[in-house]
C-alpha cells in the first residue's frame, strides 16, 4: 500500500513535468541547444530542487495585505479554517476545508503553486508537506536528507517572509480591552493593536457563489423563466444594490492570484437602512379621509396588524385588572407611534400636495398633513387657522378604530372617550400641533411687520 | 448591558462623505465599529478638556441617507473623487473609497459625578466638540433639513420607575422618527444556520449569512392539477424586518504579539495582533418599534480566550423573548 502511495505520488509529478515540458518544448526542435537545455532543467531532481529554491519568492495566503492598499509592504499570513476559533460569527472559519488558497509573490514562480496544488488521493502536495509527509518524502528523493530539506522548503510557502511587519499603508487601530478609553494612564493595557488583513480566501468563496447566482447557466435559465412568468425548480437569487469595489486596477495580478482570477472585482453587499424618500410615499390623492374603513391609515401592514392583535386580545374579554390596562396601553401606545409615522411622511411630501385636484381630502385632514402648504397658499393658511381641525383629527381617528375594532366588538362611549383622551394626551401628536401653533404665531408676526401693510404710510 | 441611567441625545448630524465601505463584503452604511471609535475617540478628547464623563455605548438612527455611487444597472460602482498620478505620471495605485451623506441621531448612554444642573450645558459642549471631530471619516456640516430647534443637545435623566421610564423613552423615539436605528441579529444567523442544515447538514454559516443578505425568489404551481393552473413566482423571507450584513468587529488570525515585536506598529506599548473582518446580520428597526433605549445601544463586548474583538447590541434579547 505504501509502496503504491508513493509510487503514486511520484508518477502524478512527473506527469505534471512532463506537460509542462512539452509545451514548453512544442516549437523546438530536439537538434536546438534550447531543447537540451530544457531537457535538463526538466529531470526530476533538478526541477525539484530549483522549485524549492523559488518557492521563497512566493506565498500561500488565506489573508493578505496588498488589497488594503496596494503599495502596503508587510505581512501576509495563512490562517486556515481549522486553525482559527470556531463562534458564531461569519468569517474564514466558516470555509470547508477545500477552501481556496491565495499565492502572493513573483508571479513568474507561480507554476511551483501549480506543483504544489496537484492532488493525490484527495490530498494536495502542499497539504502533505504541510503535514510532513513521509510518502511524499519517499517520491521526491531516496535520500531522506534531500527529500527533507525540499520538504521544509516548500512548506515555509505558508510562512511569511521575514519578520512580522504593519505598514503605515496598512490599516491599524486601536480596540479597546479594558473598560475605560479616557483612561490615560493604563491605555497599553486597556487597548490593542488590531491589523485588519484581506481575507482572501472568504473573499473567493463570497466572489464564486456570487457569480454562480448571477452567471451560470442555472441562473440564468431560472431568471428567464421567471422573466416569462414560466415554472422552474431553481430559485432565481438576487442581490439588492450589489456594489463592486476594484482591486489593482488594470493589474489585478500586483495584489494576488485569486484577485486576478476575480478580474480584480470585489462584490460588496449591500447594509444600507432603508430609504425614506418621498420616492416612497404618495399622497393620499382620491380619497375623502385617511380614516375611512379601512383606508389609507389603515391599510398599513402594521396598523393592520397591530389592530388585529388588539382586537384578538379585546374579544379574549380580559378581566381588567393590571395586566390588561399595561398591555391595551402598549396597543394604544404603538398605534400613536405608527399615527405620528404617518403623519410624518405626510409631512416630508412636498408642500401643497393637497391642492392637487386629484385631492379629496376634507379640509381638517389636509389641514393636518400638508402644513407646509400654509406658507405660500393664503386662503389655505387663513381656513386652517380659522378651525379647530385637530379636535376633528381626534374624532376621525376615535371613530376609525372603533370601526376598526367594531363589528363583533362594538365600542362603548367609554372607550370611544378614553381613545380621544390618549390622542389628546399624546406627546408627538400635541408636539406636532404646537410646533404649527407657534409657526403660525411668527408668520402672523411676520406678515403684520411687512413692508406695505396697511400700517404702513 | 446593565441598564442605561443617562442618554445624550446629539439630534439630527448632517455628515457629508462618510465612508461607505464599511468592510471588505459590504458597504452602503458606516460599520458600527467607526461609531463606537468616535465614542471612545470622543470620550478621550472630552477627558482632556476637562469634561468628565464616561460614554459606554452608542446607538445610531439613520433619517436620511445618500450614497454616491453610479445609478442604474445591476451593479453599483462608486464615485471616485481623484485620478492621482505618481512621480513618473503614471496613475498612482489608489483604493477605491465609496462615499455616503448621512442625516442621523447619535445616542449615547453616559455617567457624570457632575450635578444634574450641569446636564445641558455639558451637553451643548460636547455637541460642540463633536461638530468639529470626524464621524466615520466624515464631516459634520450644518444640518438646513430639519429647523435648528430640532437639532439642540439632550441629556435625559432616566427615571428609576419603570413606567415613567417607559414614557421618557416613548417622548425621546418619536422625535427620531422618521429614521431607523441598527440592531444586530446574531440570533436570526444562527437560527437560519440551523434551518439550511435541517436541508443540507454541510451548509455553513457563510451559506446562511448569505442567504440573508439576499432574495430568494420561487417559483410553485398555484391550482396545480385544474384548468387554471399557473406558475407564481415568490421572494420568501424567512424573517420580517429588513435585514442587512454588517461587519461586527474582528477575529484573531495571528497570536497576540508583545510590544515592539511587529514592525512598523503605530506605536511600541501596545500589544499588536493581526485580525480579519467578522460579520453578522443586522435589522434595521425604526425607533417606534423600540421598548427601551437599551435595544439600540452598541457596546464592546469582546472574548478574548476565543480571540474575537467584536461590538453587541440587545435588542434581540427584547425582540425573540416576544
Sequence with gaps: MAITQQLGIRSTIEQFLKERFDTKAEKLQPDDPKYQALVEQFQFDTWINDAARRVGQLQVVTHSLKPIHPDAKGSSLYAPPESLNKHNLVGSHTLSANFAGDVVGNAAALDVYKFLKLTFEDKSLLERALENDSELAKALSGKPEQAQAWISAFAAITEPRGEHASHTRGKQLYWLVGDDAADVENEAENFRLLAPLYATSLAHRVFQTINHDRFSEEAKDARKAKREGKYVEQPVHSYPNLAVQKMGGTKPQNISQLNSERGGNNYLLASMPPSWNVRDTRPPLKVASVFSDPGVFGSRSEVRSLVKDLKQFLEKNPTSDMHTRDLRDDYTAMLMDELALFAMQMHSLPAGWSSDEKCELVSEEAFWLDPGRAVEDVAFREARNSVEWSEDIRHRFANWLNAALGGKLPLGDVEFRHWKKTLAKDMTHQRLLDRDRRWMESLMEDLTNLPGGDDDE | MSEVKNLLVLPRLRVQNANAISSPMTWGFPAMSAFVGLMHALERKLFSAG???????????????????????????????????????????????????????????IETAAAESEHSNMAHQINDIVAGMRIAGGSVVPNRSVPSHQQRPQWVVLDDKEEERAKQFARLKRRWLPGFALTLRDDYLSGHHQTLQQQNPEASLLDAWLDLSRLNHHCSMENEGQPNEKPAWQVQRPYRGWLVPIPVGYGAISDLFNPGEVANARDEKTRFRFVESLYSIGEWVSPHRMKQPEDLLWYVDNDEEADLYRLNNDYHLRATAQ
Design chain 2, 51 to 109: 469634561i468628565n464623563v464616561s460614554l459606554s455605548s452608542i446607538g445610531i438612527i439613520c433619517h436620511d441617507f445618500d450614497a454616491q455611487t453610479t445609478e442604474g444597472g445591476y451593479i453599483r460602482g462608486f464615485h471616485l473623487t481623484r485620478n492621482p498620478v505618481d512621480k513618473t505620471g503614471g496613475t498612482a495605485a489608489i483604493v477605491e473609497e465609496g462615499r455616503v451623506h448621512l442625516d442621523i441621531t447619535l445616542v449615547f448612554s
